[in-house]
């Protein structure tokens, strides 16, 4: 029932979405990581759903990056939805807490 939510609210939501994808991309280039934590508002999402979606994947999203770097000659490229990256439990956190460094593509 949740996901069938998210999905028509996605649909219903699709005459804004051109808008939404350029305020996202400027938020992007500006290096706003809070305006787009707050445009990914997962606060109505179940708990459940919040961590198959997005805890879980993160996490082993940071543990693949860490073993990745840690292979010898290994130049790894990891591209993700931009609602993984910001906040509290967010890749750049998580990955910085493994001691990962990063940068911005643009």
């Known amino acids: 029932p ?3 939510r998210l999905l028509a609210d996605a649909v219903i939501g699709q005459d804004d979405m ?6 996202l991309a400027a938020a992007w280039m ?3 990581t809070l305006r ?10 179940s708990p ?7 805890t879980a994947r993160n996490r082993a ?10 292979t010898p000659g290994a130049r790894p490229f990891m591209a993700v939805g931009a609602a993984h990256l910001p906040g509290r ?5 998580l990955l910085k807490a493994r001691g ?3 940068r911005r593509v643009q």
């Open 18 to 23: 051109a808008a939404q994808v350029q305020a």
């Open 61 to 70: 999203w940071a543990q693949w990056a860490q073993t990745a770097l840690a």
């Open 48 to 54: 459940e759903l919040e961590r198959r979606l997005f």
């Open 100 to 102: 990962i460094a990063m």
């Open 2 to 4: 949740e996901q069938r």
């Open 89 to 93: 439990g967010g890749l750049i956190q």
């Open 36 to 45: 787009i934590r707050r445009d990914f508002d997962t606060s109505r999402l």
């Open 30 to 32: 500006a290096g706003d």
